[in-house]
């Protein structure tokens, strides 16, 4: 694999030989604050241009090495409007995510979490703010923020029995291990974390920093929410999963004096436990 220097080498020749490339900034992890990189940690590079239409097709890619995959399959936009991203795994195993564009206006707010310009042929870049790096800290729930929340995870928990009583896994798992997961205990999980920290520290994308962060407790009561393909371990983890949500939930709740739904949590567990005992709901 290319070391570092090497990367940047090619890059900066192929920039500064490219008339339609005006500006380039480094983001993400290897402009961050604390810079924690492996070999498989990528480039993150924001492009500039004056012609986007050279960048509609990927040819251009060549010159950094042969493509083993790329995302999206086409050039698009896939998250912020005027940017087209290229995401890019060479053959050697250098990652290169591009995000392109050929708008004039720089938007601040897009490099709050740390930056490096790289090149800048226009004189554009010399506005641009310090980096504050606090874009992804944990910030505390209103009220209101909490309380929804903490409700709308126990709408969404009996649909695991549902399915798994049906044997119909694949829905199960998907409110298990997506909707249940990612959309509700982690957002406790970070709360739980930013109050044990003052709402001073960030857990990063999907939970990546939590067996860093969480004590060894924590962490382990945490991974015991995840299993295989079985109706009953599903079962046994969805179980260990809201017992995990609701001490951390509860936690919350009683640190900022928000209302943590016992009722609700109750009934609901209740219910679960019936739709797993089917002579108890017939009764």
Not at 65 to 85: A, L, N, S
Not at 238 to 259: A, C, H, Q, V
Request: net charge negative; with cysteine.
């Amino acid at each position: 694999m290319r070391s570092e220097n090497a990367i940047m080498s090619e890059f900066m020749k192929w920039a500064n030989s490219n008339e339609s490339v005006r500006m380039a900034i480094l983001t993400s992890s290897r402009a961050a604050k604390k810079c924690e990189l492996d070999f498989l940690s990528d480039y993150d590079i924001e492009l500039y241009v004056s012609d986007i239409g050279v960048f509609m097709s990927d040819e251009w890619l060549n010159v950094f090495g042969d493509v083993m995959v790329r995302w999206p399959y086409k050039p698009r936009c896939t998250g912020d409007e005027g940017w087209i991203t290229r995401l890019v795994l060479f053959d050697d195993g250098v990652r290169i995510d591009f995000q392109i564009t050929d708008n004039r206006n720089i938007e601040f707010e897009r490099y709050k979490n740390g930056y490096k310009v790289l090149l800048d042929k226009d004189n554009r870049t010399m506005d641009i703010p310090d980096a504050t790096y606090d874009e992804f800290i944990i910030k505390k729930p209103t009220r209101e923020e909490y309380e929804t929340v903490v409700n709308e995870f126990w709408w969404n928990v009996y649909y695991v029995p549902k399915y798994l009583w049906r044997d119909q896994l694949p829905f199960s798992k998907f409110m298990l291990d997506n909707i249940l997961r990612y959309e509700y205990l982690h957002t406790v999980v970070d709360w739980y974390i930013g109050l044990e920290h003052d709402w001073k520290i960030e857990t990063g994308a999907l939970g990546k920093k939590y067996k860093e962060i969480l004590s060894a407790d924590d962490w382990s009561e945490f991974e015991t929410t995840y299993v295989g393909g079985g109706i009953d371990e599903n079962w046994k983890a969805l179980k260990r999963l809201t017992s995990l949500f609701r001490r951390l939930g509860k936690k919350i709740s009683d640190e900022l004096g928000y209302e943590y739904p016992d009722e609700v949590d109750r009934k609901v567990m209740i219910f679960c436990e019936k739709i797993m005992d089917t002579e108890k709901l017939k009764n």
